[in-house]
């Protein structure tokens, strides 16, 4: 159980274009998603987290015009990279809970953005 | 806080050997901890995980140990396998808010 699936799990698109990146709870309805971006040979940073219904809270320093996350169900969330530039280029990783706030959070298997 | 470009620091132990894997943590009120492990292009695996109110606590071939005093977790992986050859990262959690990330170290495990 717990399953996240992403989707894709790896996109290259031209620069100036959106990509759109899903992420799913198969088997568990996720009250709380969260985004994250991890540039090679680092950590993994929170980029926002996503409550079913209600709009994302971004960490400091992330554009919320530029990441637009959508939870619009219990199993699904979006993460659109709006106007995307080579330094975009990141390995972008979701997880989800079943329970309000960050604990038992279940970890996707990432997407590859690629800008060109 | 802010990602600063690291070079991930490695540990490498022979197959078979017991490892250690060490991580500082910042907020000494923080509660509840987990040990990842990342394997190349893949999302974060949960190993271990920890609430503050323990020192030590037994997995299958792993244990955490937790030590309040220095804000230090430990992961201590027995008789290592080639299979055990990834990142691992601790994260620290208080009370429910979001995790913060280590900067994760490299193990890897020679034949």
């Known amino acids: 159980g717990a399953v996240v699936s992403q989707h894709p799990s790896w996109v290259i698109c031209k620069s100036g274009t959106s990509v759109k990146i899903e992420c799913r709870s198969l088997d568990f309805q996720a009250t709380t998603m969260f985004w994250y971006r991890q540039f090679p040979k680092q950590s993994l940073m929170l980029m926002a987290t996503s409550n079913e219904g209600s709009k994302a809270t971004y960490e400091q320093g992330v554009e919320k015009d530029k990441f637009l996350i959508n939870h619009a169900s219990l199993t699904l969330s979006t993460l659109t990279v709006t106007s995307a530039h080579p330094e975009d280029s990141s390995f972008y990783i979701c997880?989800?809970?079943?329970?309000?706030?960050?604990?038992?959070?279940?970890f996707g298997p990432g997407t590859r953005l690629t800008v060109l | 806080g802010e990602s600063v470009g690291l070079h991930l620091p490695t540990l490498s132990v022979q197959e078979g050997d017991n490892s250690i894997i060490n991580c500082a943590y910042s907020?000494?009120?923080?509660?509840?901890f987990i040990w990842y492990k990342q394997e190349s292009g893949k999302g974060p695996q949960f190993i271990i995980d920890i609430r503050s109110n323990m020192d030590k606590r037994q997995g299958q071939r792993v244990t955490v140990l937790l030590n309040k005093t220095v804000k230090h977790l430990s992961l201590q992986i027995a008789a290592t396998q080639p299979g055990d050859s990834a990142v691992y990262f601790c994260?620290?959690?208080?009370?429910?808010?979001?995790?913060?990330f280590g900067p994760g170290t490299r193990l890897s495990v020679l034949p």
């Open positions: 994260a620290e959690n208080l009370y429910g808010q979001n995790f913060v």
């Open positions: 997880s989800a809970s079943p329970l309000a706030g960050a604990s038992g959070q279940f």
């Open positions: 907020n000494s009120a923080s509660d509840y």
